[in-house]
């Protein structure tokens, strides 16, 4: 008769099988969560042509993508993935803030009106609201798994929470006559993820070199 009370892999469940679901479920949470938003803020920035908010729906997107590599690290049950696939989340973070940084820095010379404010507004709300959610759910599996790689994710989707705010703030400057805030603010969101993708990389890293 086995003993249940010892987390060896004799048990009824081995502890790598039982991490790999645990990191999959919070993966896949965090997927939806953050897609749905994604989705919900494109449809949005269609009928208003914020850059403000395109910057974070970019944003939103890769971080969902993020998700993917994660999830085939679980499933391998691999700690080199798991640092690989937190490397590439780094790289997802980067890249988004190019794309995002070049369509702000377009709008400067190229000036566009932004329509239906409210909406834009309510965008912003919405991407804060997923984006601490996913943090959430993240960072707790992350550390309750030890896991670099979802805390990494973690903390870059509760940065992006308060980036989103940033959107609502584009929204009430250009109802106020300022319509250079909504260029200006997408150039800051872009700044902030450079910011985040620099502190990912070295919380990578750094969890690396302690194994």
Known sequence: MHSHDHGHSHGLVDPSVKRSRAGLRAVGLSLAVLGLTALAQTAIFAAT????LLADLIHNFGDAATAIPLAIAFALRSERAERGAGLLVVLVIFFSACIAGYEAIDRFFHPAQVDYLGA???????????????????TRAGRALDSAALIADGNHARADAYVSLAVIVSAAAVALGASWADPLIG???TLVILKISWDSWWTVRGHDHVH
């Open 49 to 52: 042509g914020s850059v403000a």
């Open 187 to 189: 150039l800051g969101i």
């Open 120 to 138: 834009v507004a309510a965008a912003g709300a919405l991407g804060w609201l997923g984006n601490a959610v996913a943090a959430r759910i993240r």
